[in-house]
């Protein structure tokens, strides 16, 4: 067990519910410098079901992102032009929904974001850990999140989401500007990779009976309405016996979690106002199945779809 870190400004909260702070109910993350040989750190992901690769893009490229994507809600009235987007503070007023909206749609189209998902550093680490040539997933999510908003991403593992493609299927999580616990990163429940794999097994022998497409759904009558496990997070990890895993996240880090280890978010109190932004983007070897669903690129509604 690792040592809290640091102690927490305040509270962590999750769609109204409080995580209990008890040392066998919330701890830290343990972070693997990015330097060390991939086969090591697939090791040690293998092991934990998650990654937590701490320098591996350059911090300044991640920083320029930051800003250039603030920088293009500004006309949407979403960002305060007073101070340097990269900080991405929120403009007092509320934005215009449709040109948030226009603009969300847009940004996963841009060549720009598309090479940052691509980058050296990325590709390189999945080329070599898969051990052959790696897909990108088309459908990419980039998600900003308000200081105050108590809607957070609930409880889940990623291939709810995904089972019409191979299990082999890994997600980088990576936070585009500095994100301390308080700006509601992700939290990993410690230890689950094992219990979404029985879970998933569960979920595969109730839904055998059900029409193919219904099978795969997310949605389909044996799961939650979002596809989510729960809100209620203090609960689930008293149930499981475990505890989330927090971190403070730096600009530059990248997150690689199985598709079976379950994640959520906390709610973004930052006390400056500025917005959490990050990506959750999907690799894995092209000569395993891809789900057709996550060939094309994100759009508002597509949910739908899985
Ligand atoms: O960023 C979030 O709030 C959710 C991300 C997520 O669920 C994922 O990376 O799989």
Redesign the pocket.
Known sequence: MIASPRTLDGALVSNGYTLDSAPNRLGWLTPSPADQPVKKLWEQFKVHGYLWLKGLLDREDVLDFRRRYFTAFIAAGMIDPQHDPVEGIHAAGNADPQAVRQLNVEVVRWARYEAFCLSKPILQFFEEALGGPVYLHKRKLI?HTRAGDPN??GA?Y?LTYLRAGTDRVF?A?IPIGDTPVEMGG?VYLEGSDSWGRQKEAEFTALNAHLPAEERISAYNRNMSSSGWLTKDLPSLSERLNTRWLMADYEAGDMMIHSPYMI?A?TENRDLAGRMRL?T?IRYQLVSDEIDPRWTQDWTPDDEKRY
């Open positions: 998600r957070c991403t889940h990623d997600t999580w992700l994640h978010a990050s959750d």
